[in-house]
T-cell receptor, first 113, second 122 residues
Framework: QQQVKQSPQSLIVQKGGISIINCAYE??????FPWYQQFPGKGPALLIA?????SEKKEGRFTISFNKSAKQFSLHIMDSQPGDSATYFC????????????FGSGTRLQVQP | GAVVSQHPSRVICKSGTSVKIECRSL??????MFWYRQFPKQSLMLMAT?????????EQGVEKDKFLINHASLTLSTLTVTSAHPEDSSFYIC??????????????????FGPGTRLLVL
């Protein structure tokens, strides 16, 4: 059972555009939702995270929107740059981050110059 | 953010040999570390949770006798792939639980990942 569903699988965006990646979760007990960025051959790097008591969180060009009733959350990358080209994973966890992460399937983002 | 290292970064071994992968938290102590496995172009799958001073907790379907985990100190966890076979070839990534201090002065426990270890079994 896939507990965190991520879409799209791949995304092509022009430089300066907005990249949007969506995730939906099933377990209502999840209470911590991070996003990770991964470059080929490297480990995932934490980008931004949100807890369900907040509907939106912004850090620089990255924004998480969270819809608790719909059990959905999304990552918005504003002013996308070629350097943002990577694979992005959403994840969810129990115990406000203390427990292991359940990852989405990943989105390969390509930002064209 | 907190730094987690892994060693080696890549290893090639013959079938039947054992390989040890080290995961270190460099600037913080981690009572809990996690081991994940990632196949090409796929997501990360949790293998086991490693707690300092106690036995690891393995996920369903992960053979504990094949993937030996030792968390002997607050900064080091090791994963040993015993009697490796070609199907064990994968990207192994560890993470360590640490506090992330936020702008509002609150803190949030999160996970920082190591750079991964590419294992190729011939």
């Amino acid at each position: 059972q896939q507990q965190v569903k991520q879409s799209p699988q791949s995304l092509i965006v022009q430089k300066g555009g907005i990249s949007i990646i969506n995730c939906a979760y099933e377990n209502t007990a999840f209470d911590y939702f991070p996003w990770y960025q991964q470059f080929p051959g490297k480990g995932p790097a934490l980008l931004i995270a949100i807890r369900p008591d907040v509907s939106e969180k912004k850090e620089g060009r990255f924004t998480i929107s969270f819809n608790k009733s719909a059990k959905q959350f999304s990552l918005h990358i504003m002013d996308s740059q070629p350097g943002d080209s990577a694979t992005y994973f959403c994840a969810a966890s129990l115990g406000t981050g203390r427990r292991a992460l359940t990852f989405g399937s990943g989105t390969r983002l390509q930002v064209q110059p | 953010g907190a730094v987690v290292s892994q060693h080696p970064s890549r290893v090639i071994c013959k079938s039947g040999t054992s390989v040890k992968i080290e995961c270190r938290s460099l600037d913080f102590q981690a009572t809990t570390m996690f081991w994940y496995r990632q196949f090409p172009k796929q997501s990360l799958m949790l293998m086991a949770t490693s707690n300092e001073g106690s036995k690891a907790t393995y996920e369903q379907g992960v053979e504990k006798d094949k993937f030996l985990i030792n968390h002997a100190s607050l900064t080091l966890s090791t994963l040993t792939v015993t009697s490796a076979h070609p199907e064990d070839s994968s990207f192994y990534i560890c993470s360590a639980r640490a506090y992330l201090f936020l702008r509002d002065s609150s803190s949030q426990e999160t996970q920082y990942f190591g750079p991964g270890t590419r294992l190729l079994v011939l």
